[in-house]
């Protein structure tokens, strides 16, 4: 990954950001790694998965938040909506507030596998949004998958890694609590539970009227495109 390919997967984003009806909220976008002290980076790469060292060789983290403004929804309504991409810097990513530690016969367990947990060390979040996340398993697991999580005992596999996760939130835009999406494509759409199925239905009918030039059957064509064979 270099930082080219970094700026054409946020372009989609940066153009959105500039909509009349998008309000800025918080963040300070991207943070040059090389920016930051001597050896920073050096500090903490043999820790990262291997698909994260190429994105944090160049930029410590994201951070932005928005508001938008749905311009053709009626009063009673909602008429507003937000987004948020959180990709913590380096200096938080390992640290004791941040991680998961797995503890032994914790119950835990990955959707869609029946093999008996067998991940060891740390759950580590790179993207946190409030009470669920994304992120990857502890680097001696051999594991390049990203996980949705919201803290429970189940880890749903996204089927991309973190590479392929920036290019679908970037695209997302952000969306409050986009994963649910494709955790709902993957899990709760053929599920009785109908998992994620709410938050689904509310981008499928926001993202087009917030941002007139998102097409979700790109969306899912992306998605798909990205998944780890």
Known sequence: MTIEDIRDIMKPFNKSINQDNIKYIEGNG???????????????KNRLPDSLQGFYSITN????????????????EKQTERGIIDILGLEDLFEDYNVIELEEDGG???KGEKEVFSKTGQFIPVDSIGDIC??????????????????????????VDFEGYLELVFMARGYMMW???????????????????????DFVEDMPLLFPDFNMDEFIKLYES???K
């Not at 983290?61 to 009626?74: A, D, F, M, N």
């Open 30 to 44: 991207p943070r040059l790694t090389k920016a930051f002290r001597e050896g920073f980076f050096d500090q903490y």
């Open 108 to 110: 835990y367990y990955i």
């Open 61 to 76: 983290g994201y951070s932005w938040s928005w508001e938008g403004k749905i311009p053709t929804r009626k009063e009673g």
């Open 179 to 201: 994963q649910y999406v494709l955790v709902y494509l993957e899990y709760g759409k053929n599920d009785s539970a109908k998992f994620g199925e709410a938050r689904y239905e």
């Open 134 to 159: 994304a992120g990857v398993f502890s680097k001696e697991n051999n594991d390049n998958m990203m996980y949705f999580y919201n803290f429970g005992t189940g880890f749903y596999p996204l089927k």
């Open 226 to 228: 990205l998944k780890i």
